[in-house]
């Protein structure tokens, strides 16, 4: 099973940046995707950007020319550069890894990202 961490949330002030990154215990190659999930207060777990293995990136029409996703493989570590922050960015980050198969669909604990006005 592969265990995923986050980093690099924090406080900003809106207009700001940040980037988190995501580390995995295992190769994240091994994985199908790899994506940034996001949940604020009282509000459903949304996906924010995912990368597949070939590297295509999918993004939250919300995020789009904002946020940028990218892999590390020699590192194992997937990065979203968080760029032009809005105060609606505010929420729980979390990294996710999935795999058709065998089966795989990891969290990490999340980071909190808040930004201020």
């Known amino acids: 099973q592969v265990q995923l961490v986050e980093s690099g949330g924090g406080l900003v002030q809106a207009g700001g940046s940040l980037r988190l990154s995501c580390a995995a215990s295992?190769?994240?190659?091994?994985?199908?995707?790899v994506g940034w999930y996001r949940q604020a207060p009282g509000q459903q777990r949304e996906a924010v950007a995912v990368?597949?293995?070939?590297?295509?990136?999918t993004y939250a029409d919300s995020v789009k020319g904002r946020f940028t996703i990218s892999r590390d493989d020699g590192k194992n570590t997937v990065s979203l550069q968080m760029n032009s922050l809005k105060l609606e960015d505010t929420a729980v980050y979390y990294c996710?890894?999935?795999?058709?198969?065998?089966?795989?669909?990891?969290w990490g604990q999340g980071t909190q990202v808040t930004v201020s006005s």
């Open positions: 996710n890894g999935k795999r058709t198969w065998p089966i795989i669909d990891a």
């Open positions: 295992g190769t994240i190659f091994s994985l199908d995707a």
């Open positions: 990368i597949s293995r070939i590297g295509t990136t």
